[in-house]
DNA sequence: AATGAATGAGAATTCATTCAT
DNA sequence: AATGAATGAATTCTCATTCAT
């Protein structure tokens, strides 16, 4: 084994990603051959093994990108002593700002696909899920502590409002009368009087 | 005496039902092979197809049986015009139950694994999961009629709960000071509050 | 992992076996794919895996049965404490007849293409081999024991004749001046003078 | 100034021709790969094209260099009536050093993987294998001749010999009591004795 | 001299399914 | 009801090789 070097998000790299996320989300991933990724991506199955070693890589790495855009903007939350009012509203925009985002791919995925990866993959990526888990029970419990919230079990509380969030993206289209900020808004604004 | 019987639901094909369900919860529909489910069953694969036309066709039988057993609880009170805020806990106890049950099994087959499902067949859920809905909108549409609800998108509100329903099979498991009916009683109240 | 039952020899799995051990020799193990041994057999690659788990077993089950055919015969003989001229006569005919024998086929195989089994199964062949060397030494010490032998060292010695009947697969085939009878002796004669 | 030049052995032609003579003897020729080679020397397997014109090249020049190292030493044997006695020493002596050589690499390659050259390259590596066979048949005509061996058929004993000198690649290491030099006068005088 | 990207061919293996028994 | 044998289709992945740079 060679030192293993990240390898650079060559172009060809991120292209691979992006078609592949698209397909998983629509086929899933053990029905999305290599074939169709190579096709959608214009060149031959054993080209992509020029850019990752297996399927399962390709996998890992577009749920790892996706839990780092949610988790990465919300990280500085845990250590802030701020108002868990506004804290909370910015879990849940990013959360769901990510998952309707303009890929339009994943998600899901990182409630059914986990068991396609490796143990140690699958630890990187519980531990990104983790780390997003204790920024959420951080928010609830200050806010419960500054007596914003009533009296509830965090983790419970957390899991219902992610839920909310994840499912998102199998019914939710955009429309003029509801946006993806009116949508923010209304799921920020039910899980607050849930909270009351 | 007719021809085409509808297949009875005869003691090998219940068998093949409940380790499938379990399987296709477990590894995914389709990462389980009709070996894994032979095996389980402690018979041939071959065997299989005495009961069952084809392994899509488990799926199917798997997927309508617990559309049923969560819809036809609740069905009777799309007509009845009675209190909403029962009719809105009836709903939510009947889909935990359904999916926090002693199958423990399948759940989020019905976010994930529809696409496995031939266009008839996919109608079918689909039909069911438009009755569950519809059921869920109307309760929601007399609440807000009534003035016990705020003025919500019922669509959108039906969804948000639903998601939090569905999803409780992955992470709940219950304990002594959280058991399946305090977390009945703890999504009602986080709902109802949400809806006031 | 069921009870590893040792698979009855079949009619198919014979006949897997002799072709495969024919297409090993011609070709190499490597060389040889499953397509090639399908075709020898008259059917299709996929049904080879209803006989064997995998090629590396097709190879692990020529080799032991190979060894074990020229150990089997010549085991009692390190017990028996008979003429070592007679022993060693019996040893080297054995070895022959079964490395040019009907079969035609493996041979060196048991030179090279260890490396292509799993360390488990190599164990198992090569104890087969150590046990062939154990009868070997036994056989040229009492040799030397009884003044029969001038005084060598048996290893080596033992190492030189085998590789002397190892390779006639390579070069020999019979003719009238000379059959397979004719080397054995022409062989013994060859180790006697050599040990004299 | 020739057009075609036969390639200089280049310091990197002779580089990637040690680490692959390691690499085939470790684990055969079909099981190495272009990129096993290109690893161990340290650079991509595309560069290898630089100097050798495919896999069969390298092979090829690896065979002809050790069988012209064993061929060349003992060539002007055949001509020159000397001692049977002291040729036929020597014969032995030259093919065990290269075969035990510093190199500790191909050896049995050229028992087995003849199949992987073109016809004409074939050609080439039997041609000096005939050549080695007939230089050792001309020594042992002329000793059974001079009344120094007993009447045996040459080309069975040269055979036997050449086998027990080439496996020894297989199970001889040097030890103090038993150095490279040792085994040579071994093997002599165990050929001797045979042919008395 | 060296490399990254690309590919055609082919490998072993899996699997749902069929069918005769 | 149950099974062993058989298969067509597909899948992931490997690999020697080419080519532009």
Request: proline share 3%; with cysteine.
């Amino acid at each position: 084994m060679p030192d293993v070097v990240v390898k650079e998000n060559g172009k060809q790299r991120t292209l691979i990603m992006q078609k592949s996320q698209v397909l998983f989300w629509e086929k899933g991933y053990a029905e999305t051959s290599m074939k169709d990724i190579a096709n959608e991506c214009g060149f031959r199955p054993a080209n992509i093994y020029n850019f990752f070693e297996s399927k399962e890589e390709i996998l890992f790495s577009i749920l790892k990108e996706e839990m780092e855009e949610i988790v990465n903007p919300i990280r500085y939350l845990e250590k802030e002593d701020g108002d868990p009012l506004q804290q909370l509203r910015l879990l849940i925009e990013t959360h769901v700002k990510i998952t309707l985002g303009e890929k339009r791919a994943s998600k899901l995925l990182f409630d059914t696909e986990l068991r396609n990866l490796s143990p140690e993959r699958r630890k990187v990526i519980l531990d990104l899920r983790d780390e997003y888990n204790c920024i959420g029970y951080t928010i609830l419990k200050r806010g419960i502590e500054k007596g914003l919230f009533r009296k509830v079990d965090e983790k419970i509380t957390l899991n219902l409002i992610a839920s909310m969030i994840v499912r998102t993206r199998l019914w939710f289209s955009p429309e003029e009368w509801m946006t993806i900020d009116d949508l923010i808004e209304f799921i920020f604004q039910f899980a607050l009087k849930g909270l009351s």
